[in-house]
């Protein structure tokens, strides 16, 4: 064989080789948004008691083969939850209540949060999943703590009603990887007596 032929093809099979290789790397780096976290786990030579890898701000080789990828959102969801008519709340002295209260919650932004979160909902972790799931918890610890106050209570002591109605839900959502950021009572007051 020609030994410039040889030299030819060579290169031309390790530039071929090069530029393959070098595609397979360009695609299987994941650029992460600044709203969202990615949760990798799997891999090669990793310990079966390691915590997947998180990735904020940043980005990180994925290969199908070798990893699984969760994406999580970190922007804040807001739930409302409104109970009137037949389903107004009612409280210590038997009176019902018309109640909406917007709650607005995310995933806390912690490497911790982060994976709770992806354990508990799965490979895409946002609003559409979230709150179909929260919602239940918002509306019990409402009604749980409604039935602690009466209705003059309820309307003088607004901030104690809101503290009361977090600190039953922090553990609840942060065993979950969530966290409330804050609540709004937009409605509150006597429930119309149906005739």
Not at 21 to 40: D, H, Q
Not at 104 to 109: G, R, S
Request: aromatic letters at 8%; proline letters at 4%; hydrophobic letters at 50%.
């Amino acid at each position: 064989m020609d030994p410039i032929i040889f030299i030819v093809a060579s290169v031309c099979v390790f530039g071929i080789m090069f530029l393959a290789f070098s595609t397979m790397l360009t695609r299987a780096y994941v650029k992460v948004p600044a709203y969202c976290a990615l949760v990798r786990s799997g891999g090669m030579y990793r310990r079966p008691d390691a915590p997947p890898k998180v990735v904020m701000n940043g980005g990180a080789w994925v290969f199908g083969f070798l990893h699984e990828v969760s994406w999580v959102d970190l922007r804040t969801l807001m739930v409302e939850i409104t109970c009137t008519e037949r389903e107004a709340l009612i409280t210590s002295d038997l009176q019902r209540v018309d109640i909406k209260v917007l709650f607005y919650i995310k995933v806390a932004p912690t490497t911790e949060g982060i994976v709770d979160a992806a354990r508990t909902f799965g490979k895409m972790v946002d609003a559409d999943v979230v709150k179909p799931f929260v919602t239940p918890k918002l509306h019990s610890a409402l009604r749980d703590t409604v039935a602690a106050f009466t209705l003059m209570s309820l309307h003088q002591e607004g901030e104690k009603f809101i503290q009361q109605v977090q600190m039953q839900l922090k553990s609840d959502l942060e065993d979950n990887g969530l966290m409330l950021e804050s609540m709004n009572i937009v409605r509150l007051e006597a429930a119309q007596q149906s005739e």
